[in-house]
């Protein structure tokens, strides 16, 4: 909507729509309008000066017919008659003079308008004399050839020029207001173009100071140290990570840098300048120029830091490794220049205008939406990208970026653009939160597609189990997010199908883990992430006992259960945030697992072992029977030695579990066969027979049992000398 201002705003000359058509209008105007040093500035002036020419030219006119002695007198007498003129000539009118009146004009013109049914005043001739004098001065500023830099003005001078230029847009302003008259048209026209020529200059020197006078501290931020506490690949980048920034900017917020890159000197000179075109009605130039230079500097800035635009389509073209790379490089950018940049800006914009807030907010918001939307529109790329399990720790990032910024606008933005800004962020947040809900499900999927049909060797912990507790470790350090981002797409799948409270969602998500009834309240009260995560673990040891089941010796597959479980409840007890997810009853019952797989494998390996070494069946009639004797000894020899040579290439990759399977096994078997020999060995004739029958003592069944589950081939048992 046209204000009043802009509708009396006087129309703009053409000839000042450049500099070279501003100087050269001026110049024309100088030859006609500039008198000599010693003339007046009467309106008169003029008409007396072309009398005199007429004169003259009467006067050459009979000049040849004359004789030299009449020529010389009339020559002397043009001389009296110009020492005479010059003896009556007023002196130059006084710019103070000229100002003070031109003041009591405009006093004038805004009293008459305050008053119905009274004429306007006659517009006097002073308003000339100060639209000649003002037109030079400004010329002395505003040279075609060489015109002076602002910066160079000394405090008086660019002082004296601004209250000039003040003055000059009052008067036009005045005058405009009561432009109805047709007899002030030329007069509205001249003082308009002397403003217009004036604001041409400041407009210049306004987009010089923002272009020019910065100081060279792009990367003033550049050199903060890292920061990583999360799982991420390595970045080959020149940014370093700004996660300590309050502490860089309160080390950067003194002396000349307490603006971006420039002293304050210049913003004290942008703010002046700014002042006078806002005043002068040019506020619509002066927010152009501001905004079109600042933005340009930022997005020079953005991408000194190593940002490119990358469309939609770029981004789902590139490969998982260099996107990674791009992630890092754009959380770090985005991060710096939310917490950096968009806070120097504000600043900066408030400084310049500081007597116009809300023209600063929009300038503000005008310089920054849009660069924010590029880098929104990355994040929304990345959301768009196809899922897959190793890609959720780089959406966390990302995520968490988004999150915290959101919270970083509302200190930066007016609220009008905050919302709007807030608006997207979540959204594309939100679009995120849902992949990486949809990437826990490709984990679940993974773990029911893996159904090899191929036994580890030596029934050592199976890769899918390492895979899947290791990813489990690393997400659940982002459990608070993860935990925001479950919570959030559990109101959304509520919302959607209107049915459910916490415990009836994560009964159900949780049944397989429900094994008692007095765990059902523990379960009740967790979290939709700690529910997705029993989910997991569930789907996992359902299909480890499916793999057990491919080993044809039943002690191997207790092994296989052992080795893995183990490993589970050490990578689990490992790490505090997944522990707290699983909960004390969970590893109280894989706790027992482990002992019940423990003592299925000593049952199924060595029992049958032991059923050699009982006393049943070798008395006959209170005597030593000494062929079913010879019998249990050559069986138990056998037995031990393929016992040995298998399970010496098991494995047992955990130290504490490996020692406590040797020492279990000892523990039953040595003190078995020591009281055997003891009891039944003096049966034997000494010599060749004992060494026959008798091929172990117990110290080499101690020995052969520590080298037990070492993944090593022993051809045949060892005998202690």
Same mark, same amino acid.
């Given at each position: 909507m046209e204000t009043e201002?802009?509708?009396?705003?006087?129309?703009?000359?053409?000839?000042?729509?450049?500099?070279?058509?501003?100087?050269?209008?001026?110049?024309?105007?100088?030859?006609?309008?500039?008198?000599?040093?010693?003339?007046?500035l009467d309106p008169d002036h003029d008409h007396q000066e072309n009398n005199e020419t007429d004169n003259t030219k009467n006067l050459e006119s009979p000049k040849e017919d004359q004789p030299e002695s009449e020529t010389t007198e009339v020559e002397n007498k043009e001389e009296e008659a110009t020492a005479v003129d010059v003896e009556v000539s007023p002196p130059p009118a006084d710019f103070d003079d000229v100002c003070e009146e031109i003041d009591q004009f405009i006093s004038a013109l805004s009293s008459a308008k305050g008053q119905e049914g009274t004429d306007p005043p006659e517009v006097p001739d002073v308003v000339e004399q100060f639209a000649f004098l003002?037109?030079?001065?400004?010329?002395?500023?505003?040279? %075609?050839?060489?015109?002076?830099?602002?910066?160079?003005?000394?405090?008086?001078?660019?002082?004296?020029?601004?209250?000039?230029v003040d003055r000059v847009s009052k008067l036009a302003s005045s005058l405009c207001e009561i432009s109805s008259e047709p007899i002030y048209d030329p007069r509205i026209n001249r003082v308009g173009g002397?403003?217009?020529?004036?604001?041409?200059?400041?407009?210049?020197?306004?987009?010089?100071?923002?272009?020019?006078?910065?100081?060279?501290?792009?990367?003033?931020?550049?050199?903060?140290?890292?920061?990583?506490?999360?799982?991420?690949?390595?970045?080959?980048?020149?940014? /370093?990570? %700004?996660?300590? /920034?309050?502490?860089?900017?309160?080390?950067?917020?003194?002396?000349?840098?307490?603006?971006?890159?420039?002293?304050?000197?210049?913003?004290?000179?942008?703010?002046?300048?700014a002042k006078a075109m806002v005043i002068g009605g040019y506020e619509r130039?002066?927010?152009?120029?501001?905004?079109?230079?600042r933005r340009t500097l930022l997005e020079e800035t953005l991408h000194k830091l190593g940002f490119e635009k990358l469309s939609i389509d770029d981004v789902q073209k590139m490969q998982w490794e260099?996107?990674?790379?791009?992630?890092?490089?754009?959380?770090?950018?985005?991060?710096?220049?939310?917490?950096?940049?968009?806070?120097?800006?504000?600043?900066?914009?408030?400084?310049?205008?500081?007597?116009?807030?809300?023209?600063?907010?929009?300038?503000f918001s005008g310089i920054t939406r849009g660069i924010m939307i590029q880098l929104l529109n990355f994040a929304e790329a990345i959301a768009m990208t196809k899922r897959s399990s190793e890609k959720l720790f780089k959406f966390l990032d990302v995520y968490e970026t988004l999150r915290d910024a959101i919270s970083a606008m509302n200190d930066v933005f007016p609220e009008e653009i905050v919302n709007d800004l807030k608006s997207e962020a979540s959204l594309t947040r939100s679009r995120l939160g849902e992949a990486m809900v949809c990437i826990f499900c490709e984990l679940e999927?993974?773990?029911?597609?893996?159904?090899?049909?191929?036994?580890?060797?030596?029934?050592?912990?199976?890769?899918?189990?390492?895979?899947?507790?290791?990813?489990?470790k690393y997400a659940c350090e982002y459990k608070a997010t993860l935990e925001q981002i479950f919570r959030e797409h559990q109101k959304i799948e509520r919302a959607e199908s209107g049915t459910g409270s916490d415990f009836d969602y994560n009964s159900h998500a949780s049944g397989q883990t429900q094994n008692q009834n007095q765990n059902n309240n523990q379960i009740a009260q967790q979290s939709p992430f700690a529910v997705q995560?029993?989910?997991?673990?569930?789907?996992?040891?359902?299909?480890?006992?499916?793999?057990?089941?491919?080993?044809?010796?039943?002690?191997?597959?207790?092994?296989?259960?052992?080795?893995?479980?183990?490993?589970?409840? /050490?990578?689990?007890?490992?790490?505090a945030e997944i522990h707290d997810l699983m909960g004390d009853t969970w590893s109280r019952k894989r706790s027992s697992d482990l002992r019940q797989y423990h003592n299925t494998y000593k049952r199924e390996t060595w029992g049958r072992l032991l059923n050699c070494l009982t006393h049943e069946g070798l008395s006959v009639n209170g005597k030593v029977a000494k062929p079913v004797l010879k019998e249990r000894f050559k069986s138990f020899n056998a037995m031990f030695d393929e016992i040995h040579k298998t399970q010496s290439t098991w494995v047992v990759s955990d130290e504490q579990l490996q020692s406590e399977l040797r020492v279990s096994v000892s523990a039953v078997v040595i003190p078995a066969y020591r009281s055997f020999m003891?009891?039944?060995?003096?049966?034997?004739?000494?010599?060749?027979?004992?060494?026959?029958?008798i091929k172990y003592q117990p110290e080499d069944i101690e020995t052969l049992i520590d080298e037990l589950f070492d993944g090593s081939a022993m051809a045949t048992g060892r005998r202690r000398p």
């Open positions: 201002k802009d509708k009396h705003k006087p129309e703009k000359s053409g000839s000042f729509d450049s500099r070279d058509a501003a100087g050269q209008d001026n110049h024309d105007h100088d030859d006609r309008h500039e008198p000599d040093a010693n003339s007046n003002a037109e030079a001065k400004i010329a002395n500023y505003d040279s %075609t050839e060489s015109p002076m830099k602002w910066i160079r003005h000394s405090e008086e001078h660019s002082s004296s020029f601004l209250e000039l002397i403003l217009q020529r004036a604001m041409s200059y400041l407009e210049d020197e306004f987009r010089s100071i923002l272009e020019d006078s910065r100081i060279p501290d792009l990367d003033r931020n550049n050199n903060e140290p890292s920061k990583i506490t999360k799982q991420s690949s390595s970045l080959n980048c020149n940014i /370093q990570e %700004t996660d300590n /920034q309050p502490a860089s900017q309160e080390s950067n917020s003194s002396g000349h840098d307490s603006f971006p890159g420039y002293s304050e000197e210049a913003v004290s000179n942008l703010n002046r300048l130039e002066c927010c152009h120029i501001y905004i079109i230079a260099p996107l990674e790379r791009e992630i890092d490089s754009w959380k770090k950018i985005f991060k710096q220049f939310v917490a950096v940049h968009l806070t120097d800006e504000r600043k900066l914009s408030e400084a310049v205008f500081p007597d116009y807030r809300l023209m600063a907010d929009n300038l999927n993974s773990i029911k597609a893996d159904t090899g049909k191929t036994p580890v060797p030596g029934g050592a912990v199976h890769p899918l189990t390492r895979y899947t507790l290791n990813y489990l995560i029993n989910k997991v673990m569930c789907l996992l040891d359902t299909n480890l006992e499916a793999k057990s089941k491919l080993y044809k010796d039943s002690s191997l597959s207790s092994i296989f259960m052992m080795n893995n479980g183990r490993y589970i409840l /050490q990578k689990i007890k490992g790490s003891a009891r039944f060995s003096q049966n034997f004739t000494p010599g060749r027979q004992t060494e026959k029958y």
